[in-house]
Structure formats: structure tokens, C-alpha cells
């Protein structure tokens, strides 16, 4: 497969802005993807391949997203928690895809994920688990949350880390939803519906990932 070519399960989509030779970069996009490759993701992976056009741009998501995932004050398994709630809601595969084993490994129960993909509110989630999914399915759907959801959050998380856990969801929102949706629909060439729809299935990784009822987004 060539670098023009990104590839999921049995699905092969022409880049139309594929991974940049080092010896195409300018300083600004070398010291870009640089500091990518020396921090925690390793790699210039995903949406930061296109987003590398725009160096600046993809240093400073890079940093906020650095901080949000490594650093922030929730614990691993709530980052990745709020990450799999997001990530369902907008039916982001790439982000889901990622975030899945990142969240078994930081302790989500594989059927709270399961139940995650299915579009239910999984029923045996731990308490700071279950706080942290009302704040963002309230926040979601309502665009706010009530004095009893904030202040359940406040006293789980702290201040500092209800504000972290809004980083999480609006960086979220930013990729799944924003910068995700746009790279999949803008820098991946299209190769039809039904190539779509096995995308989707080859992503989904549980039967249940997929469109709720009544949900009629692409």
C-alpha cells in the first residue's frame, strides 16, 4: 500500500493529502512533526497528517490534546472514558477505533465498551464512571448540565477536574466531530456509500457500533 492510501479493514480510501517526505518539509513543518514524534504519540498519525500543512495550527492542538490525554488532572480511565462517550455519540471511527484499546488497557470493563457501542448507558459503571458519563450525556444533549450533575462532578473530580473533563469533550468535539469529520470528508477521497458503510463495520469492532435510533447522521 502507498502512502497516498489509507486502508481499514477491507476498505482502501485514496489520500488526497497523504504523509509528507521530510525532504518536502519546511522548518516550521519538520519542528512540527518533530515534537510529535518526541512526545507521548510517537507519530504523526491520523488527522495531524493534513493538519501538518498548517504547522502552527497542529502544534498547538498537539499540545492541548498532550495535556488533556497525559497530564490532565482525571485519571487515564476517565480521559478514556469521556473520549469512548464522545467518540460514540458522533460515530467517529478513527477516534473510536484508537481509544478503544487505550480505554481496556486503562480499565473501562470491555461491557461497559460494549454497551458504549451499542448506544446504551452501560449499567455497571463504577461511580466516578457513572458521573463523569451523566456530565457529558446531560452536556451532550442539553448543551449545559443542572446545579445536581455539576455539583456531583465538582465533588467526584474537583473544580480543576471538571474543567479538564471539558477540555476532554471539546477536544473531542474538535477531532471527532470537526477536524476528524472534516479530514475524513476533505482529505480522504470518497469511495461511495457502500464503501462507507463497511468502513464503519470494519471500525466498529462491536456489532452494536452504530448509528441509535432515530440518528440520522453519516
Not at 502512502?3 to 482502501?12: F, I, K, L, N, R
Not at 488526497?16 to 515534537?35: G, I, K, N
Not at 451523566?134 to 450533575?149: A, I, K, M, P, Q
Request: glycine content about 10%; overall charge negative.
Amino acid at each position: 500500500m502507498s502512502d497516498s492510501q489509507w486502508s481499514a479493514g477491507e476498505v482502501t480510501f485514496e489520500v488526497r493529502m497523504p504523509p509528507l517526505p521530510a525532504e518536502r518539509m519546511t522548518a516550521a513543518q519538520q519542528a512540527a512533526a518533530e515534537a510529535l514524534l518526541a512526545g507521548p504519540r510517537k507519530g504523526v498519525k491520523g488527522p495531524f497528517i493534513p493538519l501538518l500543512r498548517s504547522p502552527v495550527l497542529m502544534d498547538r492542538l498537539r499540545r492541548v490534546g498532550e495535556y488533556l490525554r497525559f497530564e490532565s488532572a482525571l485519571e487515564p480511565r476517565i480521559s478514556e472514558f469521556v473520549m469512548l462517550v464522545v467518540a460514540r455519540e458522533w460515530t467517529q471511527h478513527f477516534e473510536w477505533g484508537v481509544h478503544v484499546p487505550l480505554g481496556r488497557d486503562a480499565g473501562i470493563a470491555p461491557d461497559t465498551i460494549a454497551a458504549l457501542a451499542e448506544g446504551r448507558r452501560p449499567p455497571s459503571m463504577s461511580e466516578r464512571e457513572a458521573i463523569a458519563y451523566d456530565f457529558c450525556d446531560e452536556l451532550l444533549r442539553t448543551r449545559g448540565v443542572s446545579d445536581h450533575t455539576y455539583g456531583q462532578a465538582v465533588t467526584a473530580f474537583g473544580e480543576n477536574g471538571v474543567i479538564d473533563l471539558l477540555g476532554v469533550v471539546d477536544t473531542c468535539l474538535q477531532f471527532p466531530d470537526g477536524l476528524g469529520r472534516l479530514w475524513e470528508a476533505v482529505c480522504l477521497v470518497d469511495p461511495g456509500t457502500q464503501a462507507r458503510e463497511a468502513l464503519a463495520g470494519a471500525l466498529a469492532q462491536f456489532p452494536g457500533f452504530r448509528r441509535a435510533e432515530g440518528d440520522d447522521r453519516e
